[in-house]
Nanobody, 116 residues
Framework: QVQLVESGGGLVQAGGSLRLSCAAS????????MGWFRQAPGKERMFVAA????????SYADSVKGRFTITRDNAKNTVYLQKNSLEPEDTAVYYCNIDPPSGRPWGQGTQVTVSS
């Protein structure tokens, strides 16, 4: 079973940038579409971005379009999320998973906190 480990979170001021990474171990991503999701305090986990196996299909939540960029390196079994122009509303725990998750287990996530 694929184990996913997210990293790269931290505390950043509004307007700043962060790059999140999601590395797979145990098995590769294969040809799965991979996604980033986030869960803010007191809210449900929501979709952020997704990328197909070869990167030909990419989608974003409206709230992050133009600010976030999802990429993947299949040779390294890693998915990235470049986050620019961060806003306090982006504060959340960020997770990666196969998209759609369809009941697959989640990793521990990485906390992103954006101060105003």
């Amino acid at each position: 079973q694929v184990q996913l480990v997210e990293s790269g979170g931290g505390l950043v001021q509004a307007g700043g940038s962060l790059r999140l990474s999601c590395a797979a171990s145990g098995r590769t991503f294969g040809t799965s579409t991979m996604g980033w999701f986030r869960q803010a305090p007191g809210k449900e986990r929501m979709f952020v971005a997704a990328i197909s196996w070869r990167g030909g299909r990419i989608s974003y939540a409206d709230s992050v379009k133009g600010r976030f960029t999802i990429t993947r390196d299949n040779a390294k079994n890693t998915v990235y999320l470049q986050k620019n122009s961060l806003e306090p509303e982006d504060t959340a725990v960020y997770y990666c998973n196969i998209d759609p998750p369809s009941g697959r287990p989640w990793g521990q996530g990485t906390q992103v906190t954006v101060s105003s």
